[in-house]
């Protein structure tokens, strides 16, 4: 926990840096871009994994925390919702964040819960971050890059898209491998959670970003400044979740 601690930190002090100097690696970039959002990811895993980590009632406490977080960043962004597809939209978002949510409690109460939560967490972060250190470093190097749905989020990019789901899957199988030792069963199955996290965390990113769009704002809420909302930061990670519930209860793995 201190090493993503530090790591936050170190990223925060590259973001608040003046001068910086061009880059064109993916390495560089991937430190570099948005390197606020990074950061504060970086330190919302230091806060989250611990608590998680402890018991399943503290998971519990965390989770309703973010419930009661997520209906109050809801009932602010309808009074913004004008039409009757923002308020869809707006609904269908606050289905997906409670579903993932109680999906990751669920989870955690069975064998190997926290364990698994952590596979998905690494994947999926690795994912949402070094898809856009992907894409911005092809830029840099001058490569023609192809937007992905420009009328829902103007900033992705297929190869960042591309870049961010190898990382991903190449994080999520380290972090698997890694905590194969500490878990009580191995199961073909756990590898498609992997192999599903990223592209389900797209699809719940886009799946807001398509929300905001509706809405015409750039941020679903504004609990964490500038960093944006709750649900900002979870639109992935809940719908990757669902999935890993999902594929868990199919395969009658623990559940």
Same mark, same amino acid.
């Given at each position: ?12 002090? =590259? ?5 910086? *100097? ?19 990811? +970086?330190?919302? =895993? !230091? ?8 018991? #399943?009632?503290?998971?519990?406490? @965390?989770? /309703? ?8 960043? +809801? ?14 939209? =707006?609904?269908?978002?606050? &289905?997906?964040?409670?579903?993932? $949510?109680? *999906? ?9 819960? &926290?364990?698994? $939560?952590?596979?998905?967490? !690494? ?20 490569? %023609? ?7 829902? *989020? ?12 190898? &990382?991903?899957? !190449? ?12 878990? %009580?069963?191995?199961?073909? =199955?756990?590898?498609? /959670?992997? @192999? ?10 886009? #799946?807001? *970003? #398509? ?27 809940? #719908?990757?979740?669902?999935? %890993? ?11």
């Amino acid at each position: 926990m201190m090493v993503l601690l530090l790591e936050g930190f170190l990223l925060v002090a =590259l973001h608040i840096k003046k001068e910086v *100097s061009p880059v064109n690696t993916i390495t560089e970039v991937a430190v570099r871009v948005k390197a606020s959002k990074s950061a504060m990811a +970086v330190l919302m =895993l !230091a806060v989250v994994l611990p608590v998680v980590g402890l018991s #399943a009632i503290g998971t519990a406490v @965390l989770i /309703v925390a973010l419930m009661i977080g997520v209906l109050i960043e +809801v009932v602010q962004a309808r009074k913004k919702a004008k039409s009757f597809k923002a308020r869809l939209y =707006l609904k269908l978002l606050l &289905f997906q964040m409670i579903i993932g $949510l109680l *999906s990751m409690y669920y989870i955690r109460r069975i064998p190997d819960g &926290f364990q698994i $939560l952590v596979v998905v967490a !690494a994947s999926v972060f690795i994912n949402d971050w070094l898809a856009q250190a992907t894409g911005q470093a092809l830029k840099n190097r001058g490569v %023609t890059t192809h937007q992905l749905v420009p009328k829902i *989020s103007p900033a992705k990019t297929v190869e960042g898209l591309i870049g961010g789901l190898l &990382f991903g899957w !190449a994080g999520g199988y380290i972090a698997l491998i890694s905590l194969s030792g500490t878990m %009580t069963i191995s199961h073909p =199955l756990l590898w498609l /959670v992997v @192999l599903f996290g990223p592209p389900l965390a797209v699809i719940g990113d886009l #799946a807001e *970003s #398509a929300t905001k769009r509706s809405l015409q704002i750039k941020d679903v809420g504004t609990v964490l400044g500038k960093h944006g909302g709750l649900m900002d930061r979870i639109d992935a990670v809940t #719908a990757a979740m669902i999935g %890993t519930l999902l594929i868990l209860y199919l395969g009658k793995v623990y559940v």
